[in-house]
């Protein structure tokens, strides 16, 4: 039993640092809804840094608004972003 607490402590700082991904594009995910900000690519690395890609349809105040939430989430670590040529599927 002893070494199962050890093995345990031992992984959990991994579990959480595996989470960080999960946990940045589940919060993007909710402020990209909140703003109607649809028309966008968007996926996290297991840091917690996330990459979005926004399509045609989205406005350029809609990105400088989105970009200043996404930066001041504390579950996300950075943010690198463009625009494509493309417009996305809506994210649902």
């Keep these: 039993m002893r070494h ?7 992984l959990m700082p991994a579990s959480s640092w595996a989470n960080r991904g999960i946990e940045a594009e589940r919060a993007a995910e909710r402020i ?4 109607n900000v649809a ?5 996290a690395n297991d840091a917690g840094r996330l ?3 926004f399509g045609n ?8 608004v989105v ?9 996300i670590q950075g ?12 994210i649902r």
């Design 4 to 10: 199962f607490a050890v093995i345990a402590l031992m």
């Design 32 to 35: 990209l809804l909140s703003e």
């Design 39 to 43: 028309h966008v690519y968007f996926t």
């Design 51 to 53: 990459t979005l890609l």
């Design 57 to 64: 349809q989205v406005a350029d105040w809609q990105i400088r």
């Design 67 to 75: 970009l200043k939430k996404l930066e001041q989430d504390p579950a």
């Design 79 to 90: 943010v690198t972003h463009a625009r494509a040529e493309t417009d996305f599927c809506p």
